[in-house]
């Protein structure tokens, strides 16, 4: 949730910013069954879908990530999609993230990227932030990143409690890259940010990382960072822990013991005991030593740290 206008404190004192929040809803049981099955029109698969009203029209939009390219899935009202290309370049794009980045009340759009060679010409790679123009128009664009970071997720929250929101992108598809935290100055412009520093060094410290998922893990009132790490042989994933600034040093990087390769994750507290726990989506090696095998790992956390339970 977002407010840019007519905040006051609990004394009556207007605050000068916009404000953004994130709430978790607890839900009573939801449908046992679900029907239909209707395709959006203009865009075949889903690398990525995500959710959100993007014309302000009071119904849910979407944004889809399909072959590298980038569609918007507006809603007819009755619950019909049609897509259109966001971009007209495909840049390789995996996977992209919905928040209102520069605070004027609509949602903006994030999406990252990886460069690839395909059989119908090359991805660039290019991150790209799209602007709404209020209407869900996306005309005003913003490149970041280098443009060969070998992007794969992105996820959004203010990291650093300043009232705007910030985002984390995973970088190194193919190889060791750094992570990047990016901060927003509350206008939707953002810095750079190395994700992870060894205490006393601005050394970064470079993973092969896929997923990442952003929640409170030490209820200390700030925005962790789960990282999903990729690559061939037993793989470790690590939990950051924010130092209430978006700072995350090596000494707060905290093994999830998962030995195996991590492409998706979600965050939320399973067993609703008020912490949040994580659930890994795994790509199996059967043929590593140690084999590894495709499955969802739930790792429920304590309250001081999180513990392998596995699905
Ligand atoms: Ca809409
Ligand atoms: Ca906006
Ligand atoms: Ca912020
Ligand atoms: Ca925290």
Redo the contacts with the bound molecule.
């Keep these: 949730m977002v407010l840019t206008s007519g905040l006051q404190s609990s004394s009556g004192t207007p605050l000068a910013a916009g404000h953004a929040w994130r709430f978790r809803a607890q839900t009573g049981q939801g449908p046992t069954a679900f029907t239909s099955a209707q395709h959006a029109t203009g865009c075949s698969a889903g690398w990525d879908l995500k959710f959100g009203?993007?014309?302000?029209?009071?119904?849910?939009?979407a944004v889809a990530i399909d072959n590298g390219q980038s569609y918007l899935l507006?809603?007819d009202g009755s619950g019909a999609f049609s897509a259109t290309a966001l971009s007209a370049t495909n840049y390789g794009s995996y996977r992209c993230a919905l928040a209102d980045l520069d605070s004027d009340g609509d949602l903006d759009i994030i999406v990252v990227s990886s460069p690839m060679a395909t059989t119908s010409g090359q991805w660039s790679g290019q991150n790209v932030i799209y602007r709404n123009d209020g209407s869900?128009n996306f005309v005003s664009t913003v490149n970041f990143g280098t443009g060969s970071d070998y992007s794969i997720d992105v996820d959004t929250g203010d990291l650093d409690n300043d009232g705007d929101v910030d985002f984390v992108v995973t970088n190194g598809g193919v190889s060791d890259i750094p992570n990047d935290i990016y901060l927003n100055d509350g206008s939707g412009n953002f810095t750079r940010r190395g994700f992870l520093y060894i205490a006393s060094s601005t050394a970064e410290i470079a993973d092969n990382s896929w997923a990442v998922r952003l929640a409170d893990i030490d209820n200390d009132g700030d925005l962790d960072v789960f990282i999903g790490n990729f690559g061939f042989g037993p793989v470790q994933s690590w939990y950051y822990l924010n130092d209430g600034n978006a700072n995350f040093y090596y000494t707060s990087r905290v093994d999830l013991g998962a030995a195996a390769i991590a492409v998706s994750m979600a965050a939320a507290d399973f067993n609703g005991d008020g912490h949040v726990d994580i659930a890994i989506g795994h790509l199996g090696q059967p043929s590593a030593s140690p084999p590894t095998y495709n499955r969802v790992s739930l790792y429920l956390n304590n309250g001081s740290g999180a513990s392998d339970r596995r699905m």
């Excluded at 009203?53 to 939009?61: A, H, K, Q, S, V």
């Design positions: 009203d993007l014309d302000n029209d009071g119904d849910i939009d507006f809603n869900g």
